[in-house]
């Protein structure tokens, strides 16, 4: 993926420019509603370095798998929790344990060294997590507003003075989506970006020591605000065109055939 020319000036072209991803992730489903986030997600972690990084709501695990490889890449020492039931929910659906067995196939060869899978609820990986220990959470679970405003509750106690929290979602206002919601409440007054792309993600800053390379995202004015925006759903429309496509189904016209 190559960024497009000439679509920011100034410092935070030149913060952008040194962090920006140069390598397609390695897993890649267009079915993904992740899949346009990636760049950033890959960018973020090369920007905050995380020691810590936990994804509730793991599902193919896309985007987890993104997070981790380029934790991989950047040769960062810290690791990888990723927490599902893997049983779906009421927004992903039911699904059965062949999800889980074929992320692990992908998963645990390249990146288990430093990376794991946990078949749990958001609340019991919580459990035995240190308080302040959590450089980089994404919450991608049941949308519910309930649902999302108990995930960050419960975690947030446990997120570091650097922490930097994702929301997904955050455009989604079908049915009872209500990421939305708790979106505009949590993000007031405190240092927060949104992409509009890919049904919203939000970035949050819930620590005092926010990494500086990450400060120019929150401080960005609204004309550079929009640039940063095209830019990476431009490199999030890459990854959708690099994605194998799905095969097709046969057409089963009558029940012999």
Known sequence: MSAPAATLDGPLAAMLATRLPVETPSL????????THLPFAAWLVAAARPRALVELGVFHGVSFCTFAEEMQRQRIEGSCLGVDTFAGDAHAGAYGSSVLKTLRAHHDPRYGGFSRILQATFDEAAAPVAPGSVDLLHIDGLHTYDAVRHD???WAPLMSPRGIVLFHDTQERAKDFGVWR?????????PAFEFHHGHGLGVLAVGAEVPDAVRPLFAATAPEQARIRALFAALGEGCRAAAPKPPKRRLRLWPWH
Request: without cysteine; glycine residues 4%.
């Open 152 to 154: 960050f509750e419960t």
């Open 28 to 35: 890649l489903d267009r079915r993904s509603a992740w899949i």
């Open 182 to 190: 708790f979106w505009a409440e949590v993000s007031q007054g405190r």
